[in-house]
């Protein structure tokens, strides 16, 4: 995972990934001044040098600029306060930072900043990417409408799991699809299409296949057992991939793959995880105290907290694997 340390207020934080840098500079929680160090820099550079970051304010700098043109011919450019301070900071590039693959185990459970992360999505990116949203979602709901449906007619146990998995692997192409739409927002804050939705239900659909069968698995159960503990089941399915859609449709890996990671993910935070996804499934579900109206904001809400997550965790570069696919 590539390791950021941000350097402000003669204080030093971090590391982050580049996801969560991205998202603390519109949260106003690191400067547009501060300066950044990650392994093989020298020395500490403004944060805006970074490549791909984005500014809050970077529209209006370059307008303001532009109207300042000039005058910038008339008077000599002001001396960078961030610049400055790198000699004073160089004292913290002897850092050293380990190489190589994932290192889940360096991560903090940060739930209010996690639960921020979803709010900010929705004040401020849903908008930009509506139309995709609204296709997915209505498209979510009546799938599960006629999977309820469905079950209501068949009386074989076998057809009930034929449609049970259906069910999910089509839920699971729509989810990966919405979480890919996040993914990219959190990532570049701009718009999305209905062509990205499309991009996004192509990504993973072969490996959903394997997390379908597993989240069959508590039907299963349930025929055979007939009792509640396919409800625990299906919670210890979901607490522990809870990593895995994300990592598949992201990082385009194997399905085993995939399962291995978000396992070690969250056994690594054990009881802080376990709080934070009971936590995060209960504010999904209380829009259904608004007579269900209430979860067409929970939900994707919800979701959205579950890739911002996913993004504190793994970065682009977290995975040194053999059948890892790079893809932008």
């Known amino acids: 995972m590539l390791k950021i340390y941000v350097a402000q207020n003669n204080r030093k934080e971090g590391p982050y990934s580049l996801e969560v840098i991205q998202q603390k500079l519109y949260n106003g929680e690191i400067s547009e001044n501060a300066l950044v160090w990650w392994k093989g820099n020298k020395n500490w550079i403004p944060i805006r040098n970074i490549p791909g970051i984005v500014l809050p304010n970077q529209s209006a700098d370059s307008t303001q600029q532009s109207e300042k043109g000039n005058e910038s011919q008339n008077h000599p450019p002001r001396e960078d306060s961030s610049e400055k301070d790198t000699n004073n900071l160089n004292q913290y590039s002897d850092y050293q930072e380990e190489d190589g693959g994932i290192t889940v185990e360096d991560f903090q459970v940060e739930i209010s900043s996690w639960f921020h992360a979803g709010f900010f999505w929705y004040d401020r990116l849903l908008r930009q990417g509506i139309f995709a949203y609204l296709t997915c979602f209505i498209l979510f709901f009546c799938i599960q409408y006629l ?93 522990y991939s809870f990593y895995s859609i994300n990592l598949l449709v992201d990082k385009r890996i ?75």
């Open 147 to 239: 999977n309820l449906y469905l079950l209501t007619l068949s009386s074989k146990a076998a057809h009930v799991l034929i449609i049970q998995f259906l069910a999910n692997y089509s839920s699971l192409l729509l989810i990966g699809a919405f979480s890919w739409l996040i993914i990219k927002q959190f990532r570049s804050h701009k718009s999305v299409s209905i062509f990205d939705f499309i991009h996004g239900l192509s990504r993973a659909w072969t490996q959903l296949i394997g997390l379908s069968l597993l989240q069959t698995f508590p039907a299963i159960v349930f025929l055979m057992l007939k009792n509640n503990i396919s409800i625990v089941f299906s919670f210890l399915i979901y607490f």
């Open 254 to 328: 194997t399905f085993i793959n995939a399962i291995l990671l978000s396992v070690q993910a969250v056994f690594s935070k054990g009881l802080s995880m376990l709080f934070f996804c009971i936590l995060l499934l209960l504010f999904a579900l209380s829009g259904i105290l608004l007579f269900g109206i209430g979860l067409v904001i929970t939900i994707p809400i919800a979701l959205a907290i579950n890739v911002f997550a996913y993004l504190w965790v793994f970065s682009r570069n977290s995975i040194k694997l053999t059948n890892f696919s790079s893809d932008s």
